[in-house]
C-alpha cells in the first residue's frame, strides 16, 4: 500500500463546476504539499501546509492532521486548471532532509 | 523567482552509452533532488545531495550516480544507459525544509 493516496485518479469537470481531490497518508508528518503538472510543463508547488487551511486565488488546501487527511478545492473551475495535481509529503522520519513522498497524482480536465 | 534549468528537454540515447543530465539552480539552495517520473509510479527520488560533495541515495539509485562539485550545480550519470532508464527525469532544489522548485524535466528515451 502506497504511503500517499489520492482520490480520484481521473476527474473530469464543467467549467465552473466546484472540484475537490483528496489526499491520505500513512505516515507521520512535518509538511504536505500540493502541486501542479501541466501536461509538458514543469511542477510548479502550489501549497505547503502544516495545519489547518490555505487559500490563493481560486484554490484552497486543507489538511486535518489528525484523521491524515488532506483536500485541495478549486472553485469555479476553468479549462486551464486542467493538469496533473500531486500531493507529497514530508515524513517526520525523514530527519535533517526535505524529502518528499509523492502521490500518483490526480488528472483533471476541465471541459469548456 | 527561483529557477531551476535543465539541459535538454528531449534526449534520445542507445543502450550502454553513458548520459549526463545537469541541473543547475540560481537561489543558493543547498537541498537539490533528482526524480524520475513513470505513469502509475509517480515521482520516485533517485538521489538528493543536501551541500556540495555531499549526497544520499533516494529510493531508486540503482543504475545511476550523481555529482555536485558546485552549489547550483548537480548532475545526474547514468553509467551504462538501458531502456528501462526511459523516463522523465526532473530536477528541484529546495531552501532548508520548505517548497521544492523543480526544473521542466527532461525526456529521456534510451534506444
Known amino acids: 500500500k502506497n504511503e500517499v493516496e489520492q482520490s480520484p485518479q481521473n476527474l473530469t469537470a464543467q467549467e465552473g463546476e466546484f472540484i475537490t481531490i483528496n489526499c491520505s497518508y500513512s505516515v507521520g508528518i512535518s509538511a504536505l504539499h500540493w502541486l501542479q503538472q501541466h501536461p509538458g510543463g514543469g511542477i510548479v508547488s502550489l501549497f505547503m501546509?502544516?495545519?489547518g487551511k490555505k487559500k490563493h486565488g481560486r484554490l484552497i488546501a486543507t489538511i486535518n492532521i489528525q484523521e491524515k487527511h488532506s483536500s485541495l478545492h478549486i472553485t469555479a473551475s476553468h479549462p486551464r486548471d486542467s493538469a496533473v495535481y500531486i500531493c507529497?509529503?514530508?515524513?517526520?522520519?525523514?530527519?535533517?532532509?526535505?524529502?518528499?513522498?509523492f502521490g500518483t497524482g490526480t488528472l483533471l480536465a476541465v471541459q469548456p | 523567482d527561483v529557477k531551476v534549468t535543465q539541459s535538454s528537454r528531449y534526449l534520445v540515447k542507445r543502450t550502454g552509452e553513458k548520459v549526463f543530465l545537469e541541473c543547475v539552480q540560481d537561489?543558493?539552495?543547498?537541498?537539490m533532488f533528482w526524480y524520475r517520473q513513470d505513469p502509475g509510479l509517480g515521482l520516485r527520488l533517485i538521489y538528493f545531495?543536501?551541500?556540495?560533495?555531499?549526497?544520499e541515495k533516494g529510493d531508486i539509485p540503482e543504475g545511476y550516480s550523481v555529482s555536485r562539485e558546485k552549489k547550483e550545480r548537480f548532475s545526474l550519470i547514468l553509467e551504462s544507459a538501458s531502456t528501462n532508464q526511459t523516463s522523465m527525469y526532473l530536477c528541484?532544489?529546495?531552501?532548508?525544509?520548505?517548497?521544492?522548485?523543480f526544473g521542466p524535466g527532461t525526456r529521456l528515451t534510451v534506444t
Open positions: 545531495s543536501y551541500d556540495v560533495k555531499m549526497k
Open positions: 507529497a509529503v514530508a515524513p517526520s522520519y525523514g530527519g535533517a532532509t526535505n524529502k518528499l513522498i
Open positions: 537561489m543558493d539552495h543547498e537541498n
Open positions: 528541484a532544489s529546495s531552501f532548508e525544509f520548505n517548497e521544492q522548485y
Open positions: 501546509l502544516s495545519s
